[in-house]
């Protein structure tokens, strides 16, 4: 839950999601051969998550009853288990395969908690800048603004127009808001930083290597060709199915990559681990350096996210202060006149 000295709240979430441990023991028991409606039975005696207990006890009783793997965990009745463990389940994959991928492929997503360890230097710097506001607004400028009304100063300029805004009737919206506005824009900011850095584009690829890495050699791509879909894979289901297809028709990997327009990275990899077939370390090695390049570019985003929040806080509250400075300025030099 903790990265490097920061709360991650992304693992807090997934540490409290109770439904991720009797997936889990469900995927074990279906790869170590145990028939799926038998391993429902175990999980729905076993599992003290009542939704997964519920949905796998009455996804037995559909299986036993004859119908298909799709119909059953379509359906609403078995909605207690996650999405991404109804997909797997309803494919037309064999038990054990399964069970490889129930057990041991945990895809990365790109959370929207994912910011979250970023955030603290900004949310102690806005509350503390709001404090301060919230005081200049409720007690000073109230007063300059009356003693430059009865002193016939006019308010204009910069000064003049925050002190009408920040003194009107609106004001408590604007105050109510302005914190909403700036969480917002700092979000944009994460977000585009994400895209800028390229954490976005190996979320993909990232998958997609941890998939194949689980799945026996000779499945991989009778396996890919399946679960090549948006869900699994929103930005490269499309040329993902089209080159397994080619490759389960018996195209080379290579040429098929480059007609479904896969990354030379992608089709470098697997190129590489067809050709050690016994072994998964290649896809492995693929997995850490694209994570390695995720972690990186969300890093670079916090750092922008952080960067941009001192720039805005500078400009909105610096506005503020120099406000209050020009306007005991103009009053003073009022009263010297």
């Known amino acids: 839950m903790f990265v490097g000295d920061k709360f991650n709240l992304d693992a807090l979430i997934q540490t409290l999601d109770t439904r991720d441990l009797p997936v ?37 009783e559909l299986l036993a009853a004859g119908n298909s793997c799709a119909e059953v965990f379509a359906g609403s009745e078995t909605r ?22 129930l057990s041991s492929w945990q895809q990365r997503y790109p959370s929207a908690f994912a910011f979250s360890q970023h955030l603290y230097y900004p949310v102690q710097s806005i509350a ?43 004001v408590l919206l604007i105050l109510f808001l302005a914190p909403v506005g700036i969480a917002a824009i700092l979000a944009m900011v994460f977000y585009a930083g994400k895209f800028l850095f390229g954490a976005y584009n190996s979320y993909d690829q990232l998958n997609l290597f941890r998939m194949l890495s689980q799945i026996p050699p000779a499945q991989r ?57 016994g072994s998964s370390l290649i896809l492995e090695q693929g ?17 922008l996210l ?7 806080q500078g400009v909105l509250f610096g506005a503020i202060v120099f406000t209050v400075f020009q306007t005991m300025i103009n009053i003073m030099l009022g009263a010297i006149v």
């Open 24 to 60: 889990f023991n469900l995927g074990i028991l279906l790869r170590d051969g145990t028939s799926l409606i038998q391993a429902l039975r175990q999980v729905a005696m076993n599992s003290q998550n009542r939704k997964i207990k519920t949905s796998a006890a009455r996804a037995a």
């Open 80 to 101: 207690g288990f996650p999405p991404h463990a109804r997909f797997i389940l309803a494919s037309p994959l064999e038990d054990q395969l399964k069970g490889h991928l």
């Open 128 to 170: 503390m800048g709001f404090l301060c506001v919230l005081s200049l607004v409720t007690f000073v400028l109230p007063q300059f603004r009356e003693i430059m009304l009865g002193t016939g100063l006019p308010l204009n300029g910069i000064s003049g127009w925050i002190i009408d805004a920040l003194c009107g009737s609106e």
């Open 221 to 277: 791509f009778r396996v890919l060709e399946i679960m090549a879909v948006p869900h699994n894979f929103p930005r490269l289901a499309k040329p993902l199915k089209a080159f397994a297809k080619a490759v389960n028709n018996g195209e080379s990997i290579v040429p098929a990559a480059e007609k479904s327009g896969l990354d030379g990275l992608t089709s470098w990899f697997l190129q590489l681990s067809a050709i050690d077939a």
């Open 287 to 303: 997995a850490i350096l694209l994570e390695t390049r995720v972690n990186c570019g969300l890093e670079r985003a916090g750092r």
């Open 306 to 312: 952080e960067v941009s929040s001192v720039l805005l």
